[in-house]
């Protein structure tokens, strides 16, 4: 079976990251989008980064438009508005489709990795949430609804 560390994904600056070199911290994988009800996370995800950060959390961020057309930009767009708004500096990557036959390679694993409610693969919207431990391994995965501040205790739990 694939692990975490097999894939790459390209950055919104056009950079191919390898999530091996991620390797031996705890990453959060989010699914993000700009004009959704919930992109009010963005401010929770970066305030989980700069806290954890030193202690080995990364947080990555996909932007998608599979959901109602709620990530419209082009990855320009995209980082201007996650800086404008939100300050973000935690790694963000190119738009990609985390369903169907397009999804991005490393939303497959994830989603068959840690399926969701009734065992069933599919993202059901923006701002899903895929924690992975220090091996590598999928531990978590969070709906929409789980804002980034519910998730301290099992961050803080891998952090050590």
């Not at 201007?80 to 169907?100: L, Y």
Request: charge should be negative; charged fraction near 20%; glycine fraction near 8%.
């Amino acid at each position: 079976m694939a692990s975490f560390y097999d894939f790459t994904a390209k950055r919104l600056d056009g950079t191919e990251q390898a999530m091996a070199d991620y390797r031996g911290q705890v990453v959060l994988v989010v699914n993000t989008a700009s004009e959704c009800g919930f992109t009010p996370q963005y401010q929770g995800l970066q305030e989980l980064y700069q806290h954890f950060a030193d202690r080995g959390l990364v947080v990555l961020g996909f932007p998608c438009n599979q959901f109602g057309g709620q990530e419209p930009g082009d990855e320009q767009q995209i980082a201007t508005f996650c800086q404008t708004r939100f300050a973000v500096t935690f790694p963000m990557f190119a738009k990609v489709d985390v369903n169907g036959s397009q999804a991005h390679p490393l939303f497959q694993f994830l989603t068959q990795a840690k399926p969701g409610i009734l065992n069933t693969e599919s993202i059901k919207w923006n701002f899903t949430k895929f924690l992975i431990n220090r091996q590598g391994e999928v531990v978590g995965r969070y709906a929409p609804t789980t804002k980034p501040s519910d998730l301290l205790a099992e961050i803080e739990a891998l952090l050590g």
